[in-house]
């Protein structure tokens, strides 16, 4: 039953601001608001002015800076935009979302964070190779991930996940999660490369055969 009520319980708000910040006033004021209808249980509010090491210790450029639950969102946030994160924070859904716009943003380096402290972001990430119409920025984001994980277990864990894209109805998404196994360095993937040899589309049939060339076939 304590379980039950910990997972449903709202998430937690850290904020830091800067006295002559321009935005941190209205984004102080969302935040205020949200803990008082209880969507979020608890706000903590930090002025760097008067605690700099802070802002060093969290890594942290630019005020107003906001987590709410493992979200970090910097700059000018609307109070329906914070209410979104807050709300969707604990879903896979919410984190997929996040991690969306955080590429979106070009924010590499949030997500890589997150995958750092929770392997098992890297399970959103690669869903959001389904949408093949995805942003570039989001497109190029993944692709970034998936080479800084270039032949290491976490990437290796993933090619049954990578496996079933290559059989999408996009050609697009089809070539992205074949050069992705390649990656991967292990012939684990070949199975699932293999096949795309004789895919349709030109395209994907000259990925796979370079993926397959890359993993010494």
Request: proline fraction near 5%.
């Amino acid at each position: 039953m304590t379980e039950e009520k910990n997972n449903n319980q709202a998430p937690e708000a850290l904020m830091l601001l800067g006295t002559h910040c321009a935005h941190c006033p209205s984004v102080l004021n969302s935040l205020t608001e949200l803990v008082k209808q209880g969507v979020l249980s608890k706000l903590e509010v930090i002025n760097l002015e008067q605690r700099p090491e802070v802002a060093q210790q969290l890594g942290v450029r630019s005020v107003p800076w906001v987590r709410i639950g493992p979200f970090e969102l910097t700059g000018n946030r609307s109070s329906a935009e914070l209410r979104q994160w807050a709300q969707t924070s604990a879903s896979a859904d919410g984190i997929r979302g996040y991690i969306e716009a955080m590429l979106a943003e070009g924010e590499m380096d949030r997500v890589l964070a997150m995958i750092a402290k929770d392997s098992r972001i890297m399970t959103r990430v690669i869903e959001l190779l389904e949408d093949a119409d995805a942003k570039i920025n989001v497109r190029l984001g993944i692709g970034v991930i998936m080479e800084e994980y270039e032949g290491q277990p976490l990437l290796q864990d993933a090619i049954p996940q990578l496996g079933e894209l290559t059989r999408h109805a996009d050609p697009r998404v089809r070539g992205d999660a074949c050069h992705y196994l390649a990656l991967s360095h292990s012939r684990r993937a070949e199975p699932f490369i293999r096949p795309l040899l004789q895919d349709a589309n030109p395209d994907v049939r000259e990925v796979a055969e370079e993926s397959l060339q890359s993993l010494g076939d």
